[in-house]
């Protein structure tokens, strides 16, 4: 399990090489886990130890949050300054989150491609 804990680590180094020589207007761990996706394709399945690894990882993703809810409270006047703009942009890009996920729902429902989740959905 900790030779995909480092290729998950050694994906967001390579994603945050990547852009900073580039200077791409991307997060680094956000190119690195494209890597990742890109490797999996490749391969063509999810590992089971990598499958275990990222389900610990998203049990305790709360803790993740931790050290960007400190650096909101530590800029809170900043953000206090532009809160309009960031109010406006978190709305707008919200509706724009749902409206694309509710058109892509529809074309892969009217394509067939849309796959049920794993298990029965019982109906009570």
């Known amino acids: 399990m900790l030779e995909y804990l480092t290729?998950?680590?050694?994906?967001?180094?390579?994603?945050?090489?990547?852009?900073?020589?580039?200077?791409a207007p991307l997060p680094g761990p956000v190119v690195g886990m494209l890597l990742l996706f890109l490797f999996l394709l490749f391969r063509g399945s999810v590992p089971e130890a990598l499958g275990r690894l990222s389900a610990g990882l998203l049990n305790h993703l709360s803790l993740l949050?931790?050290?960007?809810?400190?650096?909101v409270m530590v800029h809170?006047?900043?953000?206090g300054d532009d809160f309009w703009p960031l109010a406006t942009a978190l709305?707008?890009?919200?509706?724009?989150?749902?409206?694309?996920?509710?058109?892509?729902?529809?074309?892969?429902?009217?394509?067939?491609?849309?796959?049920p989740l794993a298990g029965k959905v019982r109906d009570e």
């Open 7 to 23: 290729l998950i680590l050694l994906c967001q180094l390579a994603g945050e090489i990547f852009v900073t020589r580039l200077q």
């Open 76 to 79: 809170f006047e900043l953000l």
């Open 91 to 115: 709305v707008l890009s919200t509706l724009v989150t749902i409206a694309v996920t509710a058109l892509v729902m529809a074309a892969l429902n009217r394509t067939g491609s849309a796959k």
């Open 65 to 71: 949050f931790v050290p960007a809810g400190v650096g």
